[in-house]
T-cell receptor, first 116, second 113 residues
Framework: DAGVIQSPRHEVTEMGQEVTLRCKPI?????LFWYRQTMMRGLELLIY????????DSGMPEDRFSAKMPNASFSTLKIQPSEPRDSAVYFC??????????????FGPGTRLTVT | AQSVTQLDSQVPVFEEAPVELRCNYS??????LFWYVQYPNQGLQLLLK??????LVESINGFEAEFNKSQTSFHLRKPSVHISDTAEYFC???????????FGTGTRLQVFP
């Protein structure tokens, strides 16, 4: 099992540029989560999908952030325009639901984003 | 709303000493409980979980945690730590009505030789 795959692993961009982070969940998992981790705020849930449908996006910071899941094997998190305060490590995680409940989440290696 | 409290942000300990990382959660309903470990520059890995049944759960590398409903706690323990246990440890809770995990702020365990 390849685990959760994220790309790129590192991204350095200038303020104002568009950034797209990508995630491939574990095959067969039907829930996908995007997190952001910073020293100041710790680990924050941004949005999660179940069966490709966004269920809770209350953690998305503002309209500059958007996420999509066009199919069961791919999701993107886009920031447009990016700002220095968006610098963080972004994690994708996936899990499998049984009888409507999801159990443990499996995390990808993360994308370290630096906005200058 | 659910919340998780990890009282200790850092725990320094010498190799082969015992350690306890504390976790308390706030909930009046049944929950699932997890401990995750994050090694430097890596993602979070599931260490152990409590879903139901025995209140004492163990990991393959010697950690254990005990679910205490009356104290709403899920403390993580290891009788003898190794240098390789140096990492950040996150406690998380999931209530039985959502798929979300609520994470604590993490405890950095640093093991010294």
């Amino acid at each position: 099992d390849a685990g959760v795959i994220q790309s790129p692993r590192h991204e350095v961009t200038e303020m104002g540029q568009e950034v797209t982070l990508r995630c491939k969940p574990i095959s067969g998992h039907n829930s996908l989560f995007w997190y952001r981790q910073t020293m100041m705020r710790g680990l924050e849930l941004l949005i999660y999908f179940n069966n490709n449908v966004p269920i809770d996006d209350s953690g998305m910071p503002e309209d500059r952030f958007s996420a999509k899941m066009p199919n069961a094997s791919f999701s993107t998190l886009k920031i447009q325009p990016s700002e220095p305060r968006d610098s963080a490590v972004y994690f994708c995680a996936s899990s499998s639901s049984y009888s409507g409940r999801a159990y443990e989440q499996y995390f990808g290696p993360g994308t370290r984003l630096t906005v200058t | 709303a659910q919340s998780v409290t990890q009282l200790d942000s850092q725990v320094p300990v010498f190799e082969e000493a015992p350690v306890e990382l504390r976790c308390n959660y706030s909930s009046s309903v049944s929950v699932y409980l997890f401990w995750y470990v994050q090694y430097p520059n890596q993602g979070l890995q599931l260490l152990l979980k409590y879903l139901s049944g025995s209140t004492l759960v163990e990991s393959i590398n010697g950690f254990e945690a005990e679910f205490n409903k009356s104290q709403t706690s899920f403390h993580l323990r290891k009788p003898s730590v190794h240098i390789s246990d140096t990492a950040e440890y996150f406690c998380a809770v999931s209530d039985r009505n959502t798929d979300k995990l609520i994470f604590g702020t993490g405890t950095r365990l640093q093991v010294f030789p």
